[in-house]
């Protein structure tokens, strides 16, 4: 067996693995608020089992999907998804919560279209950077006109707003043209031209400031803005080595905000303790080692960059998502990739194995037959 085969086994065994405990822990950290608010303690469980099988099947579409095609309409896909976000802070058409107006609601089910923007950026991306391979640095046809769809990206899901949203695709955005071959110099003005921005976006709303008071000393108000992290620190430090048991956790008991969403690492470092910590985060070593040896050996510069892109983001979801919850991280609303209840971005996140399982088949498809690795 050679090492892409034992790659995308690797890829497809983690990623399945992670989809089968999210599924469990959803349950377990939902059971008893879903009774409490809906009467019904499967009714988060019951909507994730329908978001899986919708994520396998749409998965599966693109594991067999002809990536040309898909790179021949990724400016058009692009485009429906920038109407879809604009369409969405339209009042009466989309559905806010919290403040934010992130979903459409759609038989009974919420739709956010942010979560697959980030997918269709990073097939435009790929797409664009690999057109302009031999005018990467060219700042009037290549530099400025990324940038262009990036802040076009971006400040649309700022308006919703989600400050976590934006900040990942810059941070992929930012990965790719790095791997690209942009110019150190032009990457160094982009990251400082854009510390002010971010800066005066997480402290231009008083919400905001809030959550970088907390980050710095949630004990200071910890029945407030502290309350979410203090929590969350409560419900991981209770876990110990081995953790309360499965089903036991105490600050699910509407201790926690969001236990089964944002904070459902928390309740697993509370239920399964540190063991259980260490094997999601060994999981997602594993996942990302994997995806980067099919990065390595994608046939092509389009594949490779793609590939970057989407094992990048879910990197960086997973790594936020999990800094959150252990206050190395200020308060964003990520989920946890593949774990966390959240239809849209699971949906995504599968999306994202099948098209990284399909660019190691051809990968494969590229590579003699009794080629072997040592």
Known sequence: MNALTRARSLLFGSAAILIAIGIVMIYSASAIYAHDKMGDSAYFLKRHLVYV?????????????????????????????????????????????????????????????????????????????????????????????????????????????????????????????????????????MVLAALPALAYASLAKPYRRKRILAFFNPWEDPRGVGFQIVQSFLALGSGGLFGVGLGRSQQKLFYLPESHTDFIFSIIGEELGFLGTSAIVILFMVFLFSGMVIVFRSKNFFSQLMSLGLVGLIGFEAVINIGVTLGALPTKGLSLPFISYGGSALIANMIMLGLLWNISRQALERRPPDEEDS
């Open 53 to 189: 099988l919708a994520g396998a099947f749409l998965g599966v579409m693109a594991a067999s999907a002809d990536l040309g095609t898909l790179r021949k309409h990724s400016t058009r896909l692009l485009i429906a998804t920038l109407v879809l976000l604009v369409l969405v802070l339209v009042p009466h058409v989309g559905s806010s919560s919290g403040g934010a107006r992130r979903w459409f609601k759609l038989f009974g089910f919420s739709i956010q279209p942010s979560e697959f923007l980030k997918l269709v950026l990073i097939v435009y991306l790929a797409d664009f950077l690999d057109r302009k391979r031999e005018s990467l640095n060219d700042l009037r046809h290549t530099v400025f006109p990324a940038l262009v769809v990036l802040g076009l990206c971006s400040g649309l899901v700022f308006l919703q707003p989600d400050l976590g949203t934006a900040v990942t695709l810059a941070l992929v955005t930012l990965l790719l043209f790095f791997a690209a071959g942009f110019d150190l110099r032009h990457l160094s003005v």
